[in-house]
């Protein structure tokens, strides 16, 4: 994103149907949420990179429209709608309607400048969705299991341990197909090798930073930590010190990430000695944990950002 930005769209999603406004010229219009009806709002759209497109996160129903513009070119930012919602308040704005809304997205992209998204690979979608499936899989295989556990019923086994094993068929299919999604492309192979080669992080961990962290090697430390939610804020007045604390970001990816530190603090030699330290400083484990996922994750960017395999002493060198 450059000066060449001239002008602000900001869409509010709704099932059925896309609000749009463009400022400066505050023009409204609405469209279908369908085929028909985004190429109708690209059309109407000002030249590829001459605007910031900024959608409002839905719970992914903004995800196809975000899709079709990034693959054009615009620049497009999700905005959390927390962050629209306070900035309304402090403009003043108390009235709502999806007209509205989609004006007051596009005022928060012109004054705040959100972070667009990374160019995203052809296929990242695919490999996104594939690793969701398998993760809400693997919460039905693990609520079933819970349910057996509690169950005397022989009958009611056997009907659980059904559902069970065809979960398990359908976890390794989804699998299957993510490897062979993984091993098509020399980008992802490369990257994942990268990735892989760090004691305490395994193909679990490989994918989720593929399939939800697209801008890993692409930002700075201070960036990807923030964007991950691994990133301590403060919390002083005056006087007063208050505990930093991480919030927001990706949960998935924290989420990989914890249980990669977990293992990394047993049989990665960096990570080890560093917890080893903030332990012998009296710090609680949950507080050691969350140093080490930030430490693991910016190790694992500068290795991806440099194309570079393990190394502990370049690994040392990097948290120092």
Known sequence: ??????????????????????LPEKTH??????????????????DVGACLIIVEATGRYEKRVVVEL?????????????????FGKAMGSLAKTDRIDAELIALYGQHVRPRTLAKQHEKQTELQQLVTRRRQLIDLRTAENNRQELLTSK?????????????????????KEIAKLLDS?????????????????GMVTVISLLSSLPELGILNRQEISALVGLAPFNHDSGRFRGKRSIWGGRASVRSNLHMAALAARRCNPVIKAFAKRLEAQGKPFKV???????KLLVILNTLVKTNSRWNPNYAQNQLD
């Open 288 to 294: 050691v944990n969350v140093a080490c996922m930030r």
């Open 155 to 175: 009958l009611v086994q056997k009907s659980i341990q059904k559902i069970i094993d065809m979960l398990q068929k359908q976890i390794k299919s989804i699998e």
């Open 185 to 201: 492309d020399d980008h992802w192979k490369a990257k994942a090798e990268i990735i892989e080669s760090i004691p305490g992080v």
């Open 29 to 46: 219009y609405q469209v279908s949420y369908n085929e028909k009806g985004i190429k109708q709002l690209v059309s109407k759209l000002p």
């Open 70 to 86: 990034a693959a054009i070119g615009h620049f497009v930012s999700i905005a959390n709608p927390r962050h629209v919602h306070h």
């Open 1 to 22: 994103m450059n000066d060449s930005i001239t002008s602000f769209v900001g869409i509010d999603v709704a099932k059925d149907s896309l609000d749009v406004c463009i």
